[in-house]
Antibody, heavy 121, light 108 residues
Framework: QVQVQESGPGLVKPSETLSLTCTVS?????????WGWIRQPPGYGLEWLGS???????YYNPSLKSRVTLSVDTSKNQFSLKLSSVTAADTAVYYC??????????????WGKGTTVTVSS | EIVMTQSPATLSMSPGERATLSCRAS??????LAWYQQKPGQAPGLLIY???TRATGIPARFSGSGSGTEFTLTISSLQSEDFAVYYC??????????FGQGTKVEIK
């Protein structure tokens, strides 16, 4: 059974970089699939941030592209998110997920439980 | 970017009733649409992909239909565990995969 689990600091100061890691169990990242990040501000809907393949190929949401960096560590079966220059608007629950391919795009078929990140001084 | 619009924002229903949720795309997304269910304090979970294919383990009371710009999620007989927020997501014009704002199904 594939599981993904987010980890990282729950509090980040404004203008700093938010860093989260997603650990995958029950499946080898190197076997395929894209792996992505989605966030949900308090009381709001879902926003896709970006995805990464085990080879390092990435796709980013154009609205955040300049601030988002994804990386992958196949030896640890993990992938990571960095979001730079954060503001209070980046306060959200951050989810990692496995992305399944269908007809040119990807939907999320396995989700982590999410981790809350608050941006505050 | 494709904009997804869900209606209604809130649906007040009684257990056993049939619920119909709508999702509209600002341009055609073919059948490249997924539905997710999110219960309070939990992560979303995949219900439907390809507009009408149920994900593994999803009960048959959940069904999806539509193509192009108009989609529907139907819950044939609401169970207590179905009261949640439902999101649609298009993945035809990807990236980004864009979500609707959600429909909350609440107990009447």
């Amino acid at each position: 059974q594939v599981q993904v689990q987010e980890s990282g600091p729950g509090l980040v100061k404004p203008s700093e970089t938010l860093s989260l890691t997603c650990t995958v169990s029950g499946y080898s990242i190197s076997s395929g699939y894209y792996w992505g990040w989605i966030r949900q501000p308090p009381g709001y809907g879902l926003e896709w941030l970006g995805s990464i393949y085990y080879s390092g190929n990435t796709y980013y949401n154009p609205s955040l592209k300049s601030r988002v960096t994804l990386s992958v560590d196949t030896s640890k079966n993990q992938f990571s998110l960095k979001l730079s220059s954060v503001t209070a608007a980046d306060t959200a629950v951050y989810y990692c997920a496995r992305e399944a391919y269908s007809s040119g795009g990807y939907y999320m078929d396995v989700w982590g439980k999410g981790t809350t990140v608050t941006v505050s001084s | 970017e494709i904009v997804m619009t869900q209606s209604p924002a809130t649906l007040s229903m009684s257990p056993g009733e049939r619920a119909t949720l709508s999702c509209r795309a600002s341009q055609s997304v073919s059948s490249n649409l997924a539905w997710y269910q999110q219960k309070p304090g939990q992560a979303p979970g995949l219900l439907i992909y390809g507009a009408s294919t149920r994900a593994t383990g999803i009960p048959a009371r959940f069904s999806g239909s539509g193509s192009g710009t108009e989609f529907t999620l139907t819950i044939s007989s609401l169970q207590s565990e179905d009261f949640a927020v439902y999101y649609c997501q298009q993945y035809n014009n990807w990236p980004p995969g864009t979500f609707g704002q959600g429909t909350k199904v609440e107990i009447k």
